[in-house]
């Protein structure tokens, strides 16, 4: 009986033991340091893509009445995308490997729209920032969650005032005729399809 009991004892102990080594709790800060590690990332790699975007633009319809207006968005995206390449050492996060990606897909994308026209650069601007800004909301909302207020208020007074910027490109792009490009709605659908894909891919890539 009691040699029945100790194999039951020892059979339990170490499975107790085998499960230790497999299972890993993870303690809050660890997850809100995977959190921060995965929104500076993606917001890299968006910047990079929005700053691409703006360049493609400029190189097709800079000499025209919008160049100005472009101009001035593409300017601000270039604050942005300088203030997360600043954050990235400053919280160790490691960047996107899909960087090249959005570069290139970034500026075919904003020549592109730009070749079929005004409204078309403006549509598509209207369907990123519409993108982006929900995005920028949905990090807001986690950070107000699981971030330290103080110690990470940087970063997200950083994100609410990109979040603002970006709103009102969005804007900026409905004042120009965005719904009379041509093919609005699908278009629109297609580009907010394309980015909401590369945020998926970047936060974890
Ligand atoms: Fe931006
Ligand atoms: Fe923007």
Redesign the pocket.
């Known amino acids: 009986m009691s040699r029945f009991l100790s194999k039951v004892i020892f059979r339990s102990e170490s499975r107790r033991f085998l499960s230790s080594l497999t299972t890993f709790d993870v303690k809050p800060e660890q997850k809100t340091r995977e959190l921060i590690d995965k929104i500076i990332r993606v917001d890299q790699a968006?910047?990079l893509a929005?700053d691409r975007i703006y360049a493609g633009q400029m190189a097709v319809l800079g000499h025209t009445d919008v160049g100005p207006t472009i101009q001035h968005m593409w300017d601000?995206?270039k604050a942005?995308?300088a203030k997360f390449n600043e954050l990235i050492p400053k919280y160790k996060a490691r960047p996107s490997a899909l960087l090249p990606i959005a570069n290139l897909a970034g500026y075919a994308l904003g020549a592109g729209t730009a070749l079929l026209g005004k409204e078309a650069a403006m549509a598509c601007t209207v369907a990123v920032e519409a993108v982006?800004g929900e995005h920028y909301n949905n990090q807001l909302r986690d950070l107000m969650e699981h971030a330290d207020q103080t110690k990470d208020k940087d970063l997200i007074e950083t994100i609410r005032k990109?979040r603002d910027?970006?709103s009102q490109?969005h804007d900026t792009g409905l004042a120009n005729n965005a719904e009379q490009a041509p093919f609005y709605r699908n278009l629109t659908s297609v580009i907010k399809l394309g980015c909401r894909l590369g945020i998926y891919l970047t936060e974890r890539i």
């Open positions: 968006g910047e929005a601000e995206e942005h995308l982006i990109f910027d970006e490109h």
